[in-house]
């Protein structure tokens, strides 16, 4: 557990309840997450959803008003790893990705309107949502700037056209936050899955499998949407996805952190046990050094997830501070379950450990919510111009 960082007693107690729900409920339950189907399963998603509300700590980022317990991001950052150490532990507490991004958002700019209709039933899990913004090469992807799906503006409304693709959840779900192109800049706007305008037009075969409704190719083809639809405002969707765009890239972080724990206290357990060379693999100086660096990363990512948090707490935007451990976490928490697969031998790579199904869901993390390289260009380039004194830009990474 990590809660020494958070004295707060509430925060202590529902941490450990997750910390039970995760071994007792969703564990046991990972033998149903279907490599093949790219998705936990939406009856799955149902009966663990029960099971977290039954358990009381049913959605811990949600707003209060629609029954979540808001936790702040502090207190987010030790639950949250709580429940990463199941793949089935963040879509059970309805605080997986997209949904926990997109909750937060609407929390924030959402109209009245659009909170009765969107924030309340995502909050208590009813539907799910996705969040469209990449497109294949040439639009969108590393580079926002590249954003070539558009929003015409007719006498009642928007029409939409483009194709977006890698779009997580959107088979299934109830709605999008579609990123589209607009006269002055780029706006958001909230689109009914049942507009026929919308087309989830495939799921895409993928590395990972833990998100409900896999990852989609979606097409919008002279899809109308009314003045109500925007979200946020006209032309603001850059600025807008900044408000979702830190917390939610911190929110992997402590989900995957949790995940690759599970892998490395899989190892450990392994190498303690396992005889070799008149001994055990533990106490082989090449294993030592391979369990000791996972507690240095699984410490470091800690330090750095929580750091950012209290800023966010703060009221700071914690651009660099979110970004520095995007990286830092995706990259470290590869190495951990990459190191805990080499630790397990032949079983680490088998569905006899959890390691494998960890393994391929982590990899990808390192390229979504910024990849790697795009990370580390804007943390270089805030460091010169701050070095010569210049204004800090609005980067999208
Ligand atoms: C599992 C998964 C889930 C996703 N879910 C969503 C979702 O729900 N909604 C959504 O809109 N998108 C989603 N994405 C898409 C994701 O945001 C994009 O994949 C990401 O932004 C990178 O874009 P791209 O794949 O087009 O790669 P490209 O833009 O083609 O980039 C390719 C590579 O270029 C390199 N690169 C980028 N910038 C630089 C630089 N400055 N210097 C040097 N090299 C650089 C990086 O190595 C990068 O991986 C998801 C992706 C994955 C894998």
Known sequence: MSYEFDTDPEVHDFALQVRKFVESEAIPLENQIDAQAHGI????????????????IFAPTAPKEFGGKEFNHAAQAVILEEAGRSLLGPTALNCAAPDEGNILLLNKIATPAQRDKYLAPLSRGEIRSSFSMTEPSPGAGADPNLLSTTAV???????????????????????????????????????????????????LDTLDSAFTGGHGVVDFNECVVSDDAVLGQVDEGFV??????????????????????????????????????????????????????????????RALIHRAAWKLDQGSPARKETSVAKTFVAEATFRIVDRSMQLCGASGTTGDLPIAQIFRDIRPFRIYDGPSEVHRWSISRRAVRQSQGGKLPGDWA
Not at 155 to 160: E, Y
Not at 170 to 195: C, P
Not at 248 to 273: D, F, K, N, P, S
Request: charged residues 20%; positive net charge.
């Open 240 to 301: 807008n996805a900044q408000v979702r765009l830190g917390p939610a890239r911190l929110t992997h972080c402590m989900r995957w952190l949790g995940a690759a724990r599970r892998a490395h206290e899989t190892a450990v357990a392994y190498a303690a046990q396992r005889p070799m060379f008149g001994t055990e693999l533990s106490s082989l100086g090449m294993a030592q050094q391979m369990i000791a660096d996972n507690e240095i990363d699984i410490e470091a990512s």
């Open 153 to 203: 503006k007719t006498t009642s409304g928007w029409v939409i056209n483009g194709n977006k693709w890698l779009i997580t959840g959107a088979d299934g779900a109830a709605f999008s936050i579609v990123m589209a192109k607009t006269s002055g800049g780029a706006t958001m706007f909230l689109v009914d899955n049942e507009n026929p305008g919308m087309k989830v037009v495939r799921n």
């Open 41 to 56: 399963a939406p009856e799955l998603r149902v009966q663990l959803q029960k099971a977290a509300k039954a358990a009381g």
